[in-house]
């Protein structure tokens, strides 16, 4: 899944009380959380072009390099905050992953900064049958993988056949009810369907798009993270654990005039203070996840620009209802009280201050969200944005009916880098007046997703970047057969309303479905949903062309240093 740590915190808002915090380093400061009610507060600084950015708040999401402006050739240079987990497509679940498939792996589809679906590896969007049945989607012709294979319908049906059947994948459900590929000539793919899926062209303007060569698929099969083979601008080059990822120009790539870089390295460095300053210093010309303190300070800075899009996805807590067999397994129920029974679920949700995380720890940077729905989406409705309001009393009230005695204590694994920690501990705080001892056991980010998936875990912090289609931040999650359905929950009431939206043509009806699952949801609470991160970048005005959309991809294949 794309999955990823916390937005980086405003260290400035800390109090000088020290806790102590189970699995973490001692004498760590906590959040002195003040206020409940908030509106984002953007910071102001300049584009790329010199042009002011709005104190309200407005999207700056980077403009397209000018050729004539941008010197051929260099390493570019990118500063990320987590190291991305596999480099395959279908088994992929980092939103870093993302970054890297960008330059070596297209996707049949794309999206605009205005997040509109368009054509990439396709020419046009699909032409759907009258039934919804059938998609048939033309190809571009001449295009070439980077071992100097050649791109085809055939290569395509292999790809999405490796979605829906490699063992792990992450795809298969986001893919839907395909019931074959078929490949009546070269340049044209026919997807068919055993039932209407509304969402699989936003699916495959993501990794279930992505086309992988067949003759690299036959060679390492389950292993093809490790010499992963696409079409891109770039291709896989090196790389080493923990620390970097290097991709370099592929002569072969259709539109090789386009891209001006010779080289793109991702360095991996957690800690956000020190991408800021190799941002700074210029060892680094792209920086991920500014923090909610580094950002006003570095548009500020005459040598970076800072590019800022609202996230469509969210940040939250997910509870171990029922994955003890690992994801993807036989569901198995749990023996825990927050696990056996929503109310304490429910109790854990009111305990928890939106208002004041956002407020207090990020500066108004980050914005409440109660639910997958973004607001931003044209699916989005009231009952999507309803919001359950802070009530620890009621909290209480719900473990003791629930017959739990106070404090109950829950474990929380979560990244361990220091934002991730601050987060943690302001939730161990917060949550502690409602009842709960939350312990935090802090692990490295690419073991985190591996211990969320074998279901070794009671709580978990982690988020998701978001995706257009709210299916795709929904179905995986929390239905039953949800390939990154890591919480193990299950309701018949839930899989109906997904399913009937996802096969629904018309708009109004998906719109009022979706809010009918986040009702249900928010009964159920197996995802806890806290805020919606702003997509936050650093950028050197040494450099054009970077850009990051609401998706939360930083966009570098096409970018280059200027004259």
Known sequence: MTRRPPFLLNRSSWSKRRHPVAGAVAGVIVLALAGTACSPVEPAGSDSSGASQSATGQDVFGEPADAAQVKQGGTLTVALSADPDKLDPTLSRSLYSRYVFHTMCEKLYDLGPDAKIVPQLATALPTISADGLSLTIPLKKGVKFADGGTLDSNAVKISINRGLTLAGSGRKSELGPISSVETPDPNTVVIKLSKPFAPLTAALADRAGMVLSPAAVAKLGANFSTAPVCVGPFKFASR???????????????????????AIEYRIITDSSIRSANLKSGDAQVADSLSSQDAPELQKDSTVTVLQSQSLGYQGLTINV?????????????????????????????????????????????????SPVSPKSEFTSDAAQVCPAHDPAKAKQLLADAGVSTPYKVTMITSNNPDSLRLAQALQAMVKDGGFDLVIKPVEYAALLDQQDRGDFELLQLGWSGRVDPDANIYNFVGTTGSQNVAGYSSPDVDKLLTDARQATDKAQRIKLYGDVVTKLQQDDPLIYMYRQRNLTGVSKKLLGIQVYPDGVIRTAFAGFAK
């Open 240 to 262: 080493v654990a923990q620390n970097s990822i290097k991709v370099v120009k592929d002569p072969l790539y259709y539109d090789a005039a386009k891209v001006h870089l010779d």
């Open 322 to 370: 029922a994955n003890a067999n690992g994801v993807g397994n036989p569901l198995k129920q749990l023996d825990t009280p927050i696990a056996k029974d929503p109310r304490v679920r429910q109790a854990l949700d009111l305990s928890i201050d939106r208002a004041a995380l956002v407020k207090s720890i990020f500066n108004g940077l980050n914005t409440v969200a109660c």
